[in-house]
């Protein structure tokens, strides 16, 4: 790991932020209580007490100094973040739009794939107008971000929605274990997507 764009503020946050303990404590209760001959393990109980101690004073230690730290510290500019990842987005879909604009004309032309204009058409725009969205997002940042945390509520909703019929479809046997499990992984993995951008 590299340190060098961390300040040392930042790095002495880090330091006193994780200080818990556990692995002292660990540490010293791994410690058995009689040796292999049966007798008692020397200075355990002593041991014992002077991990506690480390752990308290650590403790204490985090608590005092921690606040002083963090005063005046803002931290990471999520709005800053999060205009940079919507512009990035916004550039992306102008070009995957270039692209498929290209496609579309590509396979109005081709002979060999003979495809009905109008589902190519129906198709395209549907792709198409997902990704105008995001791009002209670009400009008005706030309604794009309005937009799409309730085209992600929409999603989540419609997805539980299919997740409870897939149970019901289950118990009234109309279909198989091995698809009911099929069916919920397909549902995991796009709840998990839908999740993972709402953060």
């Known amino acids: 790991m590299e340190f060098g764009n961390y300040s040392l503020k930042e790095l002495w946050i880090a330091s006193f932020a994780g200080v818990r303990g556990a692995i002292t404590l660990a540490g010293v209760l791994s410690i058995p209580l009689l040796l292999s001959t049966g007798e008692p393990f020397p200075a355990r ?11 308290l004073l650590s403790l204490l230690v985090g608590v005092i100094i921690l606040p002083i730290l963090l005063r005046g510290y803002d ?28 496609m579309e004309s590509r396979l109005e032309n081709d002979t060999n794939e003979n495809i ?17 969205r995001r791009a002209e997002g670009k400009n008005d940042m706030e309604h794009a971000l309005f937009a799409e945390n309730l085209e ?26 091995e698809i ?20």
């Open 45 to 55: 109980y002593e041991l014992v007490f002077i991990a506690t101690g480390v752990i």
């Open 152 to 177: 992600r509520r929409f999603r989540l909703t419609a997805l539980r929605a299919e997740r409870a019929e897939v149970y019901h479809l289950r118990a009234t046997q109309q279909i198989s274990n």
């Open 116 to 132: 009905d204009p109008e589902l190519l058409k129906e198709v395209s725009l549907r792709i198409i107008g997902n990704l105008r």
């Open 75 to 102: 931290g990471i500019d999520k709005s800053s973040h999060r205009r940079e990842l919507q512009n990035a987005r916004a550039v992306m879909a102008s070009v995957a739009i270039e692209s498929l604009h290209k």
């Open 180 to 199: 009911m499990q099929k069916l919920l992984h397909d549902l995991d993995l796009l709840e998990a997507l839908l999740v993972t951008k709402e953060e």
